[in-house]
């Protein structure tokens, strides 16, 4: 962390969102829709993160299994402008809303990386949100327990940026590290990939009329979400030094080119690079209160957001606000994946869905903090419930979803982490089709 520098200032803001991935533009929303002058900053050229330029453009199951949907709120704005504009692969059953009868069925889809970004421009901008591109936070500045702001390093140089609330957004809890705050690293496996266009892939869009189809994968590393395909003497990948993030894309963009080489150079050409690396748990805080999977089923009285596990069917959680912020500094909080989740709870919570759903908690709360001159952890809980509730969020499931057996449910296809993955996925979402 940082001392005050002599750093040229910029405008002071009441919210400062740093990230601008899925969860980052939610908490912008969140904040800017109720008044506050929110700056978001980003250090690639588009919003989305891992879901646009990562590449990693598949909203997971947002049901319980039974076609009941638990996330909701901003990540359907999301998910329905997204497939009002561009390609989607709802199941039938949730194409025009939700289904009126119980269904194995899962309300996921797939979208496209661009217009998903695009329309999350326009929403900010309507919303009045200052987005700062093609810039990183450097470093912070605290008094004590309260960060004053955040160093930019942008294109005119470092700049200071004042805030009453500081969202982080990052992916890797960059403020929260710089600011002291006690993190853990993740361990990621050696997955990457690119989208490749090929003759054949262009003639099967044509023939079914949807351009989603023309365009598909090509894996440098292709382990899965458990490990399968690891190279065995490769040590997991925390992506938290620039060696290490360095050392892992050169390698899978090597496997990759190995891979292109081989083939036929007229008939495939890889349309684009992830812009950031496809590395889904680098660095995550310890909140005040940390999740795991002993929470299953169970309520919390200053739950922000109930959630469903992707993988397993009926399985359901609710995110504490607790979950949001450390203890020991009193105007940052978190969203996406930095939240304080351990073990299987940070696979639950880092994907799409509930990324969007805590940044907007998160965007609320600091809209609220700002709103009543007070520390995250001294927002008024009810307030806050009652607010996202209006937004259409579903803060507690309901009992009556709860197998009677109280256990973890069957699994159920949903990730986007292996090609054995996918084509399970592509299965269950044919059904009845």
């Not at 996330?71 to 939700?98: H, I, P, T």
């Not at 419930?385 to 449910?409: I, M, S, Y």
Request: proline share 4%; net charge negative; hydrophobic share 40%.
């Amino acid at each position: 962390m940082s001392q005050r520098k002599q750093l040229p200032a910029m405008p002071g803001y009441e919210v400062v969102v740093v990230g601008g991935g899925v969860a980052g533009v939610a908490a912008a929303l969140g904040a800017a829709r109720m008044g506050k002058k929110v700056l978001l900053v980003e250090r690639t050229c588009a919003l989305g993160g891992l879901a646009t330029v990562g590449l990693v453009n598949l909203f997971v199951p947002m049901c319980n299994g039974r076609g009941i949907p638990i996330m909701r709120g901003m990540v359907e704005e999301f998910l329905r402008d997204a497939a009002a504009y561009g390609f989607d692969s709802l199941n039938y059953e949730w194409q025009k809303g939700y289904p009126d009868h119980p269904t194995n069925l899962r309300y996921v889809s797939w979208f496209s990386p661009g217009i998903l970004a695009l329309l999350m421009v326009e929403k900010l901008h309507q919303a009045g949100v200052e987005i700062i591109y093609n810039a990183v936070v450097a470093d912070v500045v605290m008094s004590g327990s309260h960060c004053d702001g955040v160093e930019i390093l942008c294109e005119e140089g470092m700049r200071f940026c004042p805030a009453a609330v500081v969202v982080d957004a990052s992916g890797t809890s960059v403020v929260f590290d710089r600011a002291g705050a006690e993190t853990e690293l993740g361990e990621n496996y050696f997955t990457n990939y690119v989208y490749t266009v090929t003759l054949e892939r262009c003639a099967d869009a044509v023939a079914k009329g949807n351009i989603r189809y023309a365009s598909g994968w090509y894996h440098g590393g292709n382990a899965s979400l458990y490990g399968a395909n690891h190279p065995a003497d490769m040590p997991f990948i925390h992506g938290d030094t620039s060696a290490n993030i360095s050392d892992y894309l050169v390698k899978g963009q090597l496997k990759l080119w190995e891979k292109l080489k081989g083939e036929d150079r007229l008939s495939r050409n890889p349309l684009t690079l992830p812009a950031m690396p496809q590395l889904r748990k680098v660095r995550r805080i310890c909140g005040a209160y940390t999740m795991s999977d002993a929470d299953l089923f169970c309520h919390f009285d200053d739950a922000v957001t109930a959630v469903c596990d992707s993988e397993r069917r009926d399985s359901l959680y609710e995110i504490p606000y607790r979950a949001l912020y450390c203890k020991n500094l009193d105007n940052l909080l978190a969203a996406g994946r930095n939240i304080s989740a351990s073990g299987w709870l940070w696979d639950v919570t880092r994907v799409i869905p509930p990324a969007i759903v805590t940044g907007q908690a998160a965007g609320v709360a600091a809209a609220l903090a700002v709103e009543d001159k007070c520390a995250v952890s001294e927002v008024d809980i009810a307030a806050l419930q009652a607010k996202l509730t209006e937004q259409k969020v579903l803060v507690h499931f309901d009992d009556a979803w709860v197998p009677a057996n109280r256990q973890a449910g069957e699994y159920s296809p949903g990730c986007h982490s292996s090609p054995d993955r996918l084509a399970m996925l592509a299965a269950e979402q044919n059904k009845g089709k």
